[in-house]
């Protein structure tokens, strides 16, 4: 009798170092995703996305860019005291089928400073490259750390008005990890 009291010992103890090891491999995998979503955090995202139409010289695209609180550090651990977004036309019909073959027409930078929320007009004169009567998409980009929105403003000529593209980084990961290692400690210690 004392030996299947032994057996059922042992048993037990391989079940217990089997969780934990499964806890501690769950624990592992949680802090290599966290890790790379850090890594993942910082990087160039679409803030805006809009059509528009050249249709006179006096009537301007105004593109208004926030930009972040705090920028932060670059990747020398410098102290990052000014960012650019990028503003990129792009020919409409061609970004709509494939945007990363679309041909760029013209591209422009609007440089800020932490806490600036700044407004940059664009007329015919600034971007002689354009046609009348094309449709254009106009896209403006940034580092995600550094800008927190970017909005139209007005129209540069027709089109509809712009749709700003969700900018920031979502928290989601983060708060589903922090739930998984709390239930695998729960799942531990009633073991």
Same mark, same amino acid.
């Given at each position: 009798m =004392? *030996?299947?009291?032994? %057996?059922? =010992?042992?048993?037990?103890?391989d =079940?217990?170092?089997?969780?934990?090891?499964?806890?501690?491999? +769950?624990?592992?995998?949680?802090? %290599?995703?966290?890790?790379?979503?850090?890594?993942?955090?910082?990087? #160039?995202?679409?803030? *805006?996305?809009?059509?528009?139409?050249?249709?006179?010289?006096?009537d301007?695209?105004?593109?208004?860019?926030?930009?972040?609180?705090?920028f932060?550090?670059?990747?020398?651990?410098?102290?990052? #005291?000014?960012?650019?977004? !990028?503003?990129?036309?792009?020919?409409?019909?061609?970004?709509?089928?494939?945007?990363? !073959?679309?041909?760029?027409?013209?591209n422009?930078?609007?440089? /800020? $400073? $932490?806490?600036?929320t700044?407004?940059? +007009?664009?007329?015919? /004169?600034?971007?002689?490259?354009?046609?009348?009567?094309?449709?254009? =998409?106009?896209?403006?980009?940034?580092?995600?750390?550094?800008?927190?929105?970017?909005?139209?403003?007005?129209? %540069?000529?027709?089109?509809?008005?712009? +749709? +700003?593209?969700?900018?920031?980084?979502?928290?989601?990961?983060?708060?589903?990890?922090?739930?998984?290692?709390?239930?695998?400690?729960?799942?531990?210690?009633?073991?």
């Amino acid at each position: 009798m =004392s *030996l299947v009291d032994n %057996l059922q =010992s042992i048993g037990q103890a391989d =079940s217990s170092e089997k969780t934990q090891r499964v806890l501690l491999g +769950s624990l592992v995998a949680a802090l %290599l995703l966290v890790s790379a979503a850090g890594l993942g955090a910082a990087a #160039t995202e679409d803030f *805006l996305e809009t059509n528009v139409t050249k249709e006179s010289s006096d009537d301007p695209l105004e593109i208004e860019v926030a930009y972040a609180d705090e920028f932060g550090t670059d990747d020398t651990d410098s102290e990052i #005291t000014s960012a650019d977004a !990028t503003v990129t036309w792009y020919n409409a019909t061609e970004y709509q089928n494939d945007s990363d !073959t679309a041909t760029e027409i013209h591209n422009a930078t609007i440089t /800020g $400073e $932490e806490g600036q929320t700044l407004t940059q +007009s664009y007329d015919r /004169g600034d971007i002689s490259a354009l046609e009348y009567g094309t449709e254009y =998409s106009v896209v403006v980009s940034a580092d995600n750390s550094t800008v927190d929105d970017a909005a139209r403003v007005d129209g %540069l000529l027709g089109g509809a008005a712009g +749709s +700003s593209v969700d900018g920031s980084p979502g928290f989601g990961v983060g708060v589903a990890i922090v739930a998984l290692i709390g239930a695998g400690v729960a799942a531990a210690r009633r073991d």
